[in-house]
């Protein structure tokens, strides 16, 4: 159970890890200008236990802001990484902003990137790390909003006759939430808990029902074989295959030496734990792949060509076993993971095992409130099977972090299934995306709406255009910004 | 301002001890039945740092309730006080539920009555006061509402595959939260929070707006000198020159004497500290009054006539000076305190001065999030001037209670003025009730309505029947009762 838990959490935390990747290989230059900016709010905002604050950072550019004609700000709410990383990837906001003559804020979540509400202590023991939750980080959103549009409002509107009167210069200015996965999440909540605050919210690839009692957790694994089986229909037969076939080799001291020399590893495996990595490291993999599975080639992971699971899946075009097998899923992933051709050789653990502390915030998470049940059959989907044991899953939890699960509140807090009384919030998902299966897929009332994009992987839309975007992406973008003015237009009209 | 922070608020808290009155007058008699249960809730819903869980205490009458005819779930979000108090007042929940065939639950709010997280150490220091907020307490009732439905809900829904479907069991259910001052706030807020779980809400005598940047700190005053006007135009004028008369005869001896003997104090005064308490202690007898002004007796605060501020008025109904107005004041404070005459001296600090715990959690939670300007000018209201000032509250709170405000924090976590995206809620206010300058008087959205009752003083609408009940009130229980017809329609409908 500890691969479960671990590894496929930690596929969700590669979208983090994946958006981190421009700047690492960019060595920090972003196709977008803005400021950095930070700003205090405290550790706590729910109980008077505790009084420290905290700097938590966020990203601004105001060049295109008019407030005067009644603009919208466009707030990113960060997820679970290193905040310049989404404003990298987030290039539907900046390509909007201008028409709009949207204000662009980028949050940092807590806990991640350089909003630290304890430094390098943070992580360390409950009474630093049990402030990281998803409520607090939405409550943050809410100090820096309120304290931006106090600050930044340019009418002038009378002030009341006690102090500051922070709401009614609020009203002048709708808000719109932006967020893909798991910001995606924090951006509908954002909308559903402070209506007051947020106009509306466009929740990107956000499984907000990839919760216990919401969902199957057989769906995850079976969108990832079919995105797998579209490209080509031999190819998840094959992956099937590969466990029992790696077993089978793993089993002699020759099949070990001729996969680790053939594979290219950088430490040869020597018995049944390492092969077990292996196996493990190859279904992230795949899991990956299918995530960012996007038309074009982009440089997340390293360097990935457009369609990566059509790469992958190239030479598992006929049914193969054995050797054979191996050896052609060994294109697939050297086409993936190496599609420069510099590696050397194959580092199993370093790939998907790096242990930044965003990372390990996400684990932490994973444990507490954010449980989100996966499991594989083997049959429906191509993974080794794998049951999803609740049980299983808060002793591993309190095992390895330490840390008490509470796997219903996500849906307690936030309505689970019951949506009804929801306004303004977009849905999208694309249906490539194995996070797609825990998504709203449906309408659930007049103004929270679903919209599926075929074609499209995790988050495609929030992307930058690019000529090859599939065209329910291409029009998903327009629809969206007829909705935002709608949305702008009624709370003009409220107000 | 010590005074201001601390009678004032205290007067808010009356409302607990005017509702806690009829268990303490009839020794724990309740004209209701319900069986009284606990249910274990997490002592912090909202971090990692506390593991700790504690029993909040509900009561429940399920003889009326018909879930499989899709019947509702009357849900009183209790306040500032012992929960057996709000089911003794709350007189329309009781009568309106047989014909809606609905289950009714009183649920305590924690750190009052019985549901006392530490128990006795409960309000000893930050580390386990902190955590007495309001939203803490309305993540308790979301725990023992997804409990109390899962549990009762009779019909055979298919249980999800993984673990117990709790959010499907709770889509048969549509859930009304009614509450009353405080607890008018709660039920508010909790439709506004958790609308998919919460149907809808009746706010009554709910001041929302009563915090700072909400509201004018001078309206609260002059609604209760108004209530005097109405009764007897003369009243004010006589109570406005109370002050400085008291003050004159407390400079000499000979003076204090005289009230001592003919005010019949059960401690005679000594010098100007005394003189400042009694002082105090008639304004807040006045706030007091207004609040309570039923049309008939209640046994609030001792028994109180019908029209208790028509008696207190009744001997200051023409211009008075000196020992004559006191002496008119004082027969009006008889006839109030001590309508039954059995009282044989009047005792200043013990009948606004009771140190009970829900006093302290009130004034506690005064001093952290419930901030709620009233100031006073002696002009437009008939108190001595009293000016509101931030500054001084939050240093008084930091010295007295050795706690952090947040004067803002309410404003900002449940959307302030920003309501046009809520929606089924009732804001419910009796024009003769000081807190309805707080409130919502006009409606904000299509199904978020203020319902104005001329003659009713605080939460009178949620009382029982009454011969003496305004038509204004009487018409408002039937217009509820169709609002919630139209809202649990509206709920089968959506689901």
Chains 1, 2 share one sequence.
Request: proline share 5%.
């Amino acid at each position: 159970m500890f691969y479960l838990i671990f590894s496929l959490q930690l596929s969700f935390l590669v979208i983090g890890l994946s958006a981190l990747a421009p700047r690492i290989c960019n060595g920090g230059a972003s196709p977008y200008s803005y400021k950095t900016e930070y700003f205090k709010v405290p550790v706590d905002h729910f109980s008077f236990t505790n009084d420290d604050t905290f700097e938590m950072r966020y990203l601004i550019n105001d060049s295109y802001w008019q407030p005067a004609k009644g603009a919208p700000i466009f707030f990113y709410t960060g997820n679970e990484g290193d905040i310049e990383s989404f404003a990298a990837n987030t290039g539907f906001m900046w390509e909007a902003a201008p028409e709009f003559n949207a204000l662009i804020v980028f949050a940092e979540h807590r806990y991640y990137g350089k909003s630290l509400p304890y430094g390098n202590k943070s992580l360390s023991e409950p009474k630093y790390s049990g402030y990281l939750t998803a409520e607090q980080a939405l409550a943050d959103y809410v100090y820096l909003l309120t304290n931006l549009t106090a600050a930044r409002d340019v009418r002038s509107e009378e002030v009341s006759v006690n102090g500051v009167n922070i709401n009614r210069k609020l009203r002048g200015i709708p808000i719109i939430a932006f967020g893909g996965s798991y910001g995606g999440m924090l951006s509908a909540w954002f909308r559903m808990k402070y209506p007051g605050l947020v106009t509306g919210a466009l929740a990107s690839s956000a499984p907000i029902w990839q919760f216990p009692g919401l969902n199957d957790c057989h769906t995850f694994a079976r969108i990832v074989t079919s995105a797998f089986e579209i490209e080509e229909k031999n190819c998840p037969h094959n992956v099937r295959k590969l466990w029992a076939t790696i077993d089978e080799l793993g089993n002699t001291k020759e099949g070990l030496e001729w996969i680790s020399a053939n594979w290219k590893l950088c430490g040869p495996l020597k018995n049944k734990t390492d092969v077990d990595s292996m196996k493990e490291w190859i279904s992230s993999a795949t899991i990956n792949v299918a995530m960012v599975n996007y038309p074009y080639p982009a440089n997340f992971l390293g360097n990935l060509p457009g369609h990566p699971v059509r790469a992958f899946c190239k030479n598992l075009d006929k049914v193969m076993e054995g050797k054979d097998l191996l050896t052609a899923t060994f294109k697939g992933l050297n086409t993936w993971f190496n599609h420069t051709g510099s590696a050397k050789c194959f580092n199993l653990s370093s790939e998907f095992g790096t242990s930044d502390l965003g990372l390990d915030a996400w684990n932490y998470q994973s444990c507490t409130e954010m449980v989100m049940p996966i499991c594989m059959d083997g049959k429906q989907d191509f993974f080794e099977p794998s049951p999803w044991n609740l049980g299983e899953y808060v002793n591993d939890c309190k095992k390895n972090l330490k840390m008490s699960t509470r796997p219903y509140m996500i849906a307690k807090l936030f309505g689970g299934k019951n949506l009804e009384s929801v306004s303004n919030i977009i849905f999208s998902n694309g249906l490539l995306d194995p996070w797609a299966g825990g998504g709203v897929l449906k309408n659930v009332s007049k103004s929270t709406i679903a919209v599926l994009l075929p074609s499209a992987a995790h988050h495609l839309d929030l992307r930058a255009t690019n000529d090859l975007d599939p065209p329910s992406v291409r029009m998903a973008r327009q629809f969206y910004k007829k909705i935002f003015r709608k949305w702008i237009s009624d709370f003009h009209q409220e107000k």
